[in-house]
């Protein structure tokens, strides 16, 4: 094992003496992060381009952007790693913990990221003091996927958040299963799972409308991914925690958008079947806190796109809603699961416990 790392290292030396000139413009990002393995990438300026409108003579700029990435197998599970990378750009990160493995660890969850960054950097600014283990994003990271000008933008404004823990990205409306969100997170499919000590976690692609061409094509595409999310859930039900995670909710107090987003609602049966523990979503750009049946529905949107008003919760299910930036602050420590909602001002805007159960739907307590 040591001489399999050792190798991987020389070669990460190679090619950092190579691309030492490279203007880095995004990143590190720690990505596929698994007890074993883990992938870094960063992103550099490879060329510029000048376009000028013939008649008025305006001036429009773009920039070539190229990834860089290392991928390093031979981990030990639950383990802290310190990272050097071109430029001098330093980080750290923890592999994920063995299923069986008694440790404490915290997960920060948000999204819509795409616009209003200064309101961005100030969700960062209090996400950088939790000190998580990895960071799941509910999608929207940019405002459109295939402008690579944005990406940039939004790994400045993570830089300190990612440059302390692993990212797990989930696609939104807004990238519009762009080449650059593969690309830059390195992912290879849509959608995908991961286990991170006792909880499973799915990440389904709720953006149906820009997986195909034409309503027959992703009328397929959904249907395959619903016949994958069963499998999924089917495989891993005896982990004490399961969640799921994607950009659309099924449930919302934003009165325009009821309705909208009935092919998320369609999987509410399947996650009472398999007892999940709770659902994560943005989308909706503000806070808020359902549970139905026994399952939060949590959506957190609010971190720097425009605010929607809550102003029709929907009756019964209801526990907390507010519009208001935020991010949401899971910690798990055996089978206890504490989720904060927490706003740019350190507030906690909403807090439950939730009991981990294998097999059966989870019980959940307010508090």
């Given at each position: 094992?040591?001489q ?7 070669t ?6 190579a ?5 880095i ?6 990505v ?12 550099v300026n ?6 000028t ?10 920039q070539s952007v ?18 050097a ?6 980080g750290?990160?923890k ?15 948000y ?7 200064d309101?961005?950097e ?7 003091k ?5 960071i ?7 405002a459109?996927?295939?402008d690579?000008?944005l990406w940039p933008?939004?790994?400045?404004i ?8 692993a990212?797990?990205p ?18 290879r499919?849509p959608?995908?799972s991961?286990n ?8 389904v ?7 195909a ?5 992703q009328?397929?595409?959904w249907?395959?991914q619903?016949a994958w ?5 089917e495989?891993?039900?005896?982990a004490t925690?399961k ?12 009165s325009?958008r009821?309705?909208?987003n009935?092919?998320?609602?369609s999987?509410v049966?399947m996650?009472e079947k398999?007892g ?5 979503n ?6 808020q806190h359902f549970e139905k049946?026994?399952?939060?529905y949590?959506?957190?949107?609010g971190?720097?796109?425009p605010?929607y008003d809550?102003?029709l919760?929907?009756a019964y ?10 991010f949401v ?13 927490i706003?740019t001002d350190?507030?906690v805007i909403d807090q439950?416990v939730?009991t981990?159960?294998?097999g059966s ?7």
């Amino acid at each position: 094992m040591k001489q399999r790392l050792f190798a991987l290292i020389a070669t990460l030396g190679v090619a950092s003496t190579a691309i030492a000139a490279d203007e880095i413009v995004g990143g590190p990002v720690v990505v596929n992060v698994t007890p074993r393995t883990a992938t870094i990438l960063w992103l550099v300026n490879e060329s510029g381009s000048t376009l000028t409108e013939a008649a008025s003579n305006q001036k429009f700029s773009a920039q070539s952007v190229g990834v860089r990435k290392t991928v390093y197998t031979g981990l030990k599970a639950g383990t802290a790693y310190n990272y050097a990378l071109p430029g001098g750009l330093t980080g750290r990160f923890k592999t994920a913990p063995a299923p069986t493995s008694t440790e404490p660890y915290t997960f920060i969850v948000y999204g819509d990221t795409r616009t209003r960054h200064d309101v961005h950097e100030k969700v960062m600014a209090e996400v950088v003091k939790t000190d998580a283990d990895f960071i799941l994003h509910t999608g929207d990271q940019v405002a459109s996927g295939d402008d690579t000008s944005l990406w940039p933008v939004f790994f400045r404004i993570e830089k300190s958040v990612l440059a302390k823990t692993a990212f797990y990205p989930s696609l939104g409306n807004h990238e519009r299963h762009a080449s650059q969100y593969f690309q830059y997170f390195d992912q290879r499919t849509p959608y995908y799972s991961f286990n991170w000590g006792n909880a499973h976690i799915a990440v389904v692609d709720s953006d149906t409308t820009t997986a195909a061409l034409g309503t027959e094509a992703q009328s397929r595409y959904w249907k395959d991914q619903v016949a994958w999310l069963e499998q999924d859930l089917e495989r891993n039900k005896t982990a004490t925690f399961k969640f799921v995670a994607c950009h659309h909710p099924p449930f919302t107090a934003v009165s325009n958008r009821q309705g909208d987003n009935m092919h998320i609602m369609s999987l509410v049966p399947m996650l009472e079947k398999y007892g999940v523990t709770a659902m994560f979503n943005g989308h909706d750009h503000n806070y808020q806190h359902f549970e139905k049946n026994g399952i939060p529905y949590v959506t957190t949107g609010g971190g720097g796109a425009p605010l929607y008003d809550v102003d029709l919760p929907p009756a019964y299910i209801t526990k907390k809603v507010e519009k208001t930036e935020n991010f949401v602050r899971v910690r798990i420590e055996g089978n206890r699961a504490t989720v904060e909602a927490i706003g740019t001002d350190g507030r906690v805007i909403d807090q439950f416990v939730m009991t981990g159960g294998a097999g059966s739907a989870a019980k959940k307590a307010a508090r």
